[in-house]
């Protein structure tokens, strides 16, 4: 073979083997390779300290380094403490709220005994506007004989007169004598302890809630016991309470021990050194027994470790001689120091305070005057009494 026939030979299976080279680089479906992954550059830690969160660092040769942002804040924030203001002087603050409600008794009252015959027939309606104003028939039945001696005495009767006369009467039967004190004060190292009760509906935890608020106000420290754990709402209502004005709380498991929560409730009150320890207890139907005997359970509990100084009785205004039912059962089952009566203002059945007090001998000592959160006041017979009357 001649050397120009093997220069070609050798020319011809080169070029077949970079045309096969070639081939199996670029052929069809085979994706190009990636290209070599550089290391991202890295901040000095004195400069990625520095660096703003989530910022782009340009470094040497155009390399970039991103500094994670920082953590996203909670979506829930902790309620604000607010500064409730004091309890002294809300009955005269809401008085005009409580006047619009009672106005109708007031006003029947004095428009019948304006008249100038006073006959059999305006007496019995005078009888029907106090009974129906759930002042009680013993009270009613008092009020109407003392009004017909004095008003036989007076003879001719001015509209001042007529209004000093009842107002004397009413004042009277609300009784300003009694002790309407509410023991919320320590005594050396223990706290004061108030125990609430009441009938589920009553406004029980919203009370107990409201009465913390207007001891805060008052320059107290509150712990409250949620011992309603047959309810979650309450303890979660409670717990509201609790936070916006800065009281602890303590609370158990669902369906838990209510003795066991009211006694951690007291020591932790010692712990912290509260003035004043308030329980909310479950809403105990007042036909079922077994529930009364519990209730006299938490009450011993708490005696093992401190004074139960207060236990207030929560009554509904609008639920009339059914609430004075109720007040009974309670007063069988715990000593009841007190009644804190909800819903004045939206019944012109404010005639309750005066017979509860008088089937119980117990004290009106706090009243609900509205739905805002400083809407409990403390019970001023004077000023409930004007304001029934009006100007």
Do not use: C
């Not at 989530?54 to 470094?59: D, L, P, S, T, W």
């Not at 009680?136 to 001015?158: D, I």
């Not at 059962?329 to 203002?345: C, Y």
């Not at 939206?346 to 809407?375: F, M, N, W």
């Amino acid at each position: 073979m001649s050397d120009s026939l093997l220069i070609i030979v050798i020319v011809a299976v080169v070029a077949l083997l970079a045309a096969g080279g070639l081939f199996f680089l670029y052929r069809p479906g085979r994706k190009a390779a990636p290209p070599p992954v550089e290391p991202p550059e890295t901040l000095p830690a004195e400069e990625a300290e520095a660096a703003p969160r989530g910022a782009v660092e340009e470094g040497e040769g155009g390399a970039t380094t991103t500094v994670p942002p920082p953590p996203a804040e909670p979506m829930v924030k902790a309620p604000e403490v607010e500064a409730p203001p004091p309890s002294a002087g809300r009955m005269v603050r809401l008085r005009a709220r409580l006047a619009r409600s009672q106005s109708t008794l007031g006003r029947g009252l004095l428009e019948l005994l304006s008249r100038d015959r006073l006959d059999d027939e305006v007496w019995e309606e005078i009888e029907e506007t106090l009974i129906t104003a759930d002042v009680g028939v013993a009270p009613t039945q008092a009020m109407v004989e003392e009004l017909k001696t004095r008003v036989k005495v007076l003879g001719t009767r001015s509209p001042e007169e007529v209004r000093g006369l009842l107002r004397e009467q009413l004042l009277a039967q609300v009784n300003p004598d009694l002790d309407r004190t509410l023991h919320v004060d320590k005594h050396g190292e223990r706290p004061a302890v108030v125990l609430v009760v009441g009938v589920n509906g009553t406004g029980k935890t919203t009370t107990t809630g409201k009465l913390a608020r207007a001891l805060v106000g008052d320059g107290k420290k509150v712990v409250l016991g949620a011992a309603d754990t047959f309810r979650a709402a309450a303890a979660d209502q409670l717990q509201t309470w609790g936070d916006r004005v800065g009281a602890e709380v303590v609370r158990g498991p669902e369906g838990g021990d209510p003795a066991s929560v009211a006694f951690d409730a007291v020591a932790a009150g010692m712990e912290l050194k509260a003035d004043t320890v308030i329980v909310d207890t479950a809403g105990r139907l007042h036909t079922k027994t077994g529930l009364m005997d519990e209730l006299g359970k938490v009450k011993r509990v708490i005696e093992k470790r401190a004074t139960v100084d207060e236990v207030l009785l929560v009554l509904d205004a609008t639920t009339g001689q059914n609430g004075m039912r109720q007040a009974q059962v309670f007063a069988e089952a715990v000593n009841i120091t007190g009644i804190a009566l909800t819903k004045l203002d939206g019944t012109a059945k404010g005639g309750i305070v005066i017979s509860v007090q008088r089937e119980l001998g117990v004290p009106v000592k706090l009243v609900g005057l509205g739905e805002g959160p400083d809407d409990l006041a403390p019970f001023d017979p004077e000023v409930f009494v004007d304001a029934i009357l009006g100007d």
